[in-house]
């Protein structure tokens, strides 16, 4: 845990979130400014600031955290579509630099994304 971490204090219940899983390497919160009518961050208990950062040891859990992101949206009803998003560094939107995947869904997706 990084003490200085908003997400390690979310992860570590110390700033409150609405969780909607929780194990032993990968945690689920709602983010508090949704995108979309469904927004969960998912991000590994470890902290790494982003996939720059991530280690031959992390590969289990950046798998798990993509099967969570799955049964989250089956969870949500999300059946129509749901989009994943890893933002790695300012440059393309990274604002808390714990690594974390977005699953937005329940609306409509343009591509190229913004
Ligand atoms: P990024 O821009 O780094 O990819 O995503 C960061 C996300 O964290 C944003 O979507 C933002 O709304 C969310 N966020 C920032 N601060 C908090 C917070 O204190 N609680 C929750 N639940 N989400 C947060
Ligand atoms: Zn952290």
Redesign the pocket.
């Known amino acids: 845990m990084n003490a200085d971490c908003?997400f390690c204090k979310?992860g570590a219940k110390k700033?409150p979130?609405?969780i909607l899983h929780a194990d032993e390497d990968v945690f689920a919160?709602?983010?508090?400014?949704p995108?979309a009518p469904t927004?969960i961050?998912i991000c590994p208990r470890r902290h790494f600031s982003s996939l720059n950062e991530a280690a031959p040891e992390d590969q289990a859990v950046l798998g798990k955290m993509q099967l969570v992101a799955a049964e989250l949206a089956r969870k949500h009803h999300l059946l129509h579509g749901y989009r994943t998003?890893i933002?790695s560094g300012a440059g393309a939107?990274?604002?808390?630099?714990h690594l974390?995947m977005?699953l937005l869904g329940g609306r409509e997706f343009t591509w190229p994304p913004g």
């Open positions: 908003l979310i700033i979130a609405k919160f709602e983010d508090i400014g995108q927004h961050l998003v933002n939107g990274q604002t808390v630099f974390h977005h």
